[in-house]
């Protein structure tokens, strides 16, 4: 499966914005996706998932409350609306895919990346 997110920008602090992660291929549905991201200087870290169904969904303490994680199986896009930003949330933000359901807090979990996109949140 190949992915593309979109969606990021400049965002002042307190505002918001929606990023999506348009898949291709037919087993879409079937995996559990997630979304990452990776600050300059630091290593990628976890932000939300959601299971292949969108009946459950897991989010990283700094994000709970202000992100959402959602899918459209139809429409083969999870989609993370982050509301309430922070200049700590300055990134570049990952989506991705997982096969098997296991390992979704971390990215060896996880079988196929998009490119990342970018979000900047000024103060």
């Known amino acids: 499966v190949q992915l593309q997110a979109s969606g990021g920008g400049l965002v002042q602090a307190g505002g918001s914005l929606r990023l999506s992660c348009a898949a291709s291929?037919?087993?879409?549905?079937?995996?559990?996706m997630g979304w990452f991201r990776q600050a300059p200087g630091k290593e990628r870290e976890f932000v939300a998932a959601?299971?292949?169904?969108?009946?459950?969904?897991y989010y990283a303490d700094s994000v709970k409350g202000r992100f959402t994680i959602s899918r459209d199986n139809a429409k083969k896009t999870v989609y993370l609306q982050m509301n309430s930003l922070k200049p700590e949330d300055t990134a570049i933000y990952y989506c991705?895919?997982?096969?098997?359901?296991?390992?979704?807090?971390?990215?060896?979990?996880?079988?196929?990346w998009g490119q990342g996109t970018l979000v900047t949140v000024s103060s």
């Open positions: 991705a895919a997982n096969k098997d359901g296991y390992g979704r807090y971390t990215e060896d979990g996880y079988d196929y």
């Open positions: 959601v299971r292949w169904s969108g009946g459950y969904t």
């Open positions: 291929g037919h087993s879409f549905g079937t995996y559990d």
